[in-house]
Each structure stands twice: as C-alpha cells, then as structure tokens.
C-alpha cells in the first residue's frame, strides 16, 4: 500500500536555528513528490516539486532535497514567518492523474 | 488574480439537510479535485475530474456527488449530510504537464469549514 510519513509531528525551533523536515514514502514507484506550505485556516500553498532522486530545490530559506526512500525539507535560519504547517505528498506510477497521497504534516513552531 | 475560490467559507447544517459547495478557478486548468481534511488524517481525495463533464472516484467518495458543468467550476453535493462528514473541505487544480513533469503542482482554494449537527 502506497504511504507517505512525515515527521516529526511538531517541531518547536528557536529564530536562526537551523533543523530539517523528513517524508518517508512507500510506492509502487514515484512520479512526483510534492511540499506545501499551510498556514492556519488557509488552504496548502505549494512550495516544491521534486521528480527524481538526486534533485534538489531552493527558495529562500527552504531546501529540498529527495533520495529513493525519503525527501528532505531543510530550513536554514528560520524566522518566525516560517511558522506553518508542511505538507508532503506523492504521486505513484500507476495511480489516476493527481491522485495525490498526502502526509499528516509537520506543524513548525519558530520562536523569536 | 483570484486562483481557486470556494464558497461558502463557512456553514452549519442539520442532519439530513443537503448542500452545495461551489468551486471556482480562473487559471483554465484541466484538472479539479476536491479533498477532505480532518485532524489527524491528511488531505484526502472525495472526486476528481480531468476535464469538464467528467468525474471520478478518490478515496472517500460515499456521501458525496459532484459535477463539471463547466471547465472552471467544480461543484461537492452532499445528499443527506452526516455528522461524520464535519470536516474542512478543499477545492484545488491543476494543468497537464507533459513528459517527466507530467504530474503539476495543485493549487488549493482556502477552504470550507462545514459543520453538521
């Protein structure tokens, strides 16, 4: 069964301390993987996508990056606006177009 | 630039009672999707459609119809609402990529809150 795991589930961080977010995924073999960004009472912002092991991606403070098994989501000197809900999915070989297989989350607490 | 917009963004039902919610996109994409987000869950795919006039089962479909009428609107029905469908629904698309990047980012609307009593 296709699966996706985020963790940890919460990460509390001081501002400038930097830390990474980790998606484990299980699938038949993998078409896409997906971040997103959620703020509280908004639906998910889309941040990345990565398509094969060995891609990375950047955007200010954010890097990530994706192995046959896992993807990374690195925050190097967070500030408090990075603050969010992180959301990891997947596509899979096989799988109807957009059926997308989400994670539960990563909620990111930054404190100045 | 609007993207996906969901209406309403709130609403309280009584068991029994029917409703429609309504989502819009003005980015001409292909595909439309509706999720469901519970705590604890993750986003789970109710219907999709690749196309106007056409639907399809996700994940959790029972309860639930939609329609494609037309190419930027995708309208979620709920028949005889439940309790258990208490939950924040998402309305997201996305356009047809091509080769290896086939599978495009979904752009998400900002939700709504339904609670059934």
């Known amino acids: 069964e296709d699966q996706v795991t985020q963790s940890p589930e919460a990460l509390r961080l001081q501002e400038g301390e930097s830390s990474s977010l980790n998606c484990s995924y299980t699938?038949?073999?993998?078409?896409?993987l997906f971040w997103y960004r959620q703020d509280p009472g908004k639906g998910p912002e889309f941040l990345f996508t990565?398509?094969?092991a060995g891609e990375e991606k950047e955007k200010e403070r954010l890097k990530a990056t994706l192995t046959k098994k896992e993807s990374f989501l690195h925050i190097t000197a967070p500030k408090p606006e990075d603050s969010a809900t992180y959301l990891c999915?997947?596509?899979?070989?096989?799988?109807?177009?957009?059926?997308?297989?989400f994670g539960k989350g990563t909620k990111l607490s930054v404190k100045p | 630039n609007a993207g996906v917009t969901q209406t309403p963004k709130f609403r309280v039902l009584k068991t029994g009672q029917s409703m429609t919610l309504l989502c819009a996109q003005d980015?001409?994409?292909?595909?439309m999707y509706w999720y469901r987000q519970d705590p604890g869950m993750g986003l789970r795919l109710i219907h999709y459609?690749?196309?106007?006039?056409?639907?399809a089962k996700g994940e959790v479909p029972d309860g639930y119809n939609v329609s494609r009428l037309k190419k930027q609107n995708f309208l979620l029905g709920l028949e005889s609402a439940a309790p258990s469908q208490t939950s924040v629904y998402f309305c997201?698309?996305?356009?047809?990529?091509?080769?290896?990047?086939?599978?495009?980012?979904?752009?998400f609307g900002d939700g709504t809150r339904l609670s059934i009593l």
């Open positions: 997201a698309s996305s356009y047809q990529g091509s080769g290896r990047e086939i599978d495009q980012p979904q752009h």
């Open positions: 699938v038949s073999g993998l078409r896409g």
């Open positions: 990565l398509y094969s």
């Open positions: 999915a997947v596509q899979a070989h096989g799988g109807s177009q957009g059926n997308l297989i």
């Open positions: 980015m001409n994409h292909e595909y």
């Open positions: 459609s690749v196309g106007e006039g056409t639907t």
